[in-house]
């Protein structure tokens, strides 16, 4: 049986701990050799968007994390097609270089096909 | 069947850390494996032997040191994510230069490492908190 995971980002970028935590989790697996397949999800469709001034609030840029995932060898990143229509967040606004973007319209089905869901 | 779970609630915080540990406890009494719980984001405060919680309010401390001694249930506590909380085992209090440890006995520190090798080596992952 496959044991492969999928990386579920939902959170925020700055509004909770855990939007952070799971890049570093994701890092930390592709480190390994393990680097789970990835889906921004709900208002984690909002780590993508570019622009981000999170030092007007004495935040780390959690941007960064994402441009370093393809040196990881995550090159491509799966984003809920719904969840950015629902937020009013363009296609063309989510780029992360290196990164191939593959929109998803039936994130159930994606889910299913994983024998893991890490959740943040 | 090989379980591992991953908490991301703090104790007392709400009904996830409760429901992880009776789980816990299920997973256990029915016979299955439980590989590792990996205590994450604000879970990582599970690991802290000063919580001192009313008596007459669940412990949420002691179940899982018992779980830990009477059936091998690695308890690991991500390192990163406890250095921003102030959990500190006392190697990492006198690396970091701080006045206190507090790493409650039976938990250990880990790297996300640890997280990434119980998904891979468990049949089922579950997930308590987080939202």
């Given at each position: 049986?496959?044991?492969?995971?999928?990386?579920?980002?939902?959170?925020?970028?700055?509004?909770?701990?855990?939007?952070?935590?799971?890049?570093?989790?994701?890092?930390?697996?592709?480190?390994?050799?393990?680097?789970?397949?990835?889906?921004?999800?709900?208002?984690?469709?909002?780590?993508?968007?570019?622009?981000?001034?999170?030092?007007?609030?004495?935040?780390?840029?959690?941007?960064?994390?994402?441009?370093?995932?393809?040196m990881f060898g995550v090159?491509?990143?799966?984003?809920?097609?719904?969840?950015?229509a629902d937020r009013g967040?363009?296609?063309?606004?989510?780029?992360?270089?290196?990164?191939?973007?593959?929109?998803?319209?039936?994130?159930?089905?994606?889910?299913?096909?994983?024998?893991?869901?890490?959740?943040? | 069947m090989k379980f591992s779970?991953?908490?991301?609630?703090?104790?007392?915080?709400?009904?996830?850390?409760?429901?992880?540990?009776?789980?816990?406890?299920?997973?256990?009494?029915?016979?299955?494996?439980?590989?590792?719980?990996?205590?994450?984001?604000?879970?990582?405060?599970?690991?802290?032997?000063?919580?001192?919680?009313?008596?007459?309010?669940?412990?949420?401390?002691?179940?899982?040191?018992?779980?830990?001694?009477?059936?091998?249930?690695?308890?690991?506590?991500?390192?990163?994510?406890?250095?921003?909380?102030?959990?500190?085992?006392?190697?990492?209090?006198?690396?970091?230069?701080?006045?206190?440890?507090?790493?409650?006995?039976?938990?250990?520190?880990?790297?996300?490492?640890?997280?990434?090798?119980?998904?891979?080596?468990?049949?089922?992952?579950?997930?308590?908190?987080?939202?």
């Amino acid at each position: 049986m496959s044991t492969h995971t999928l990386a579920l980002c939902r959170q925020a970028p700055y509004g909770s701990a855990l939007a952070r935590e799971g890049l570093e989790a994701v890092l930390a697996a592709a480190a390994m050799d393990q680097a789970p397949d990835v889906l921004f999800l709900g208002d984690g469709v909002f780590q993508l968007t570019a622009d981000q001034a999170p030092q007007e609030i004495g935040q780390k840029s959690l941007y960064r994390n994402l441009q370093a995932l393809p040196m990881f060898g995550v090159e491509r990143i799966y984003v809920c097609r719904q969840s950015l229509a629902d937020r009013g967040i363009s296609t063309e606004s989510i780029a992360v270089p290196g990164i191939e973007v593959e929109l998803v319209t039936d994130p159930g089905a994606l889910l299913a096909r994983y024998q893991h869901v890490l959740s943040f | 069947m090989k379980f591992s779970l991953v908490v991301y609630s703090a104790p007392h915080a709400g009904e996830a850390a409760a429901s992880a540990l009776r789980f816990a406890r299920a997973v256990v009494d029915q016979g299955h494996e439980l590989y590792r719980v990996f205590f994450y984001a604000d879970g990582v405060h599970h690991g802290s032997a000063l919580a001192a919680p009313p008596q007459d309010e669940q412990d949420l401390l002691t179940p899982w040191q018992e779980l830990r001694q009477a059936n091998d249930v690695d308890l690991v506590v991500c390192i990163a994510a406890a250095q921003r909380r102030g959990v500190l085992s006392h190697s990492e209090a006198e690396r970091l230069e701080r006045p206190a440890a507090n790493l409650a006995d039976g938990f250990e520190l880990g790297g996300l490492g640890q997280l990434a090798d119980a998904t891979a080596q468990s049949d089922r992952v579950v997930t308590f908190g987080g939202q």
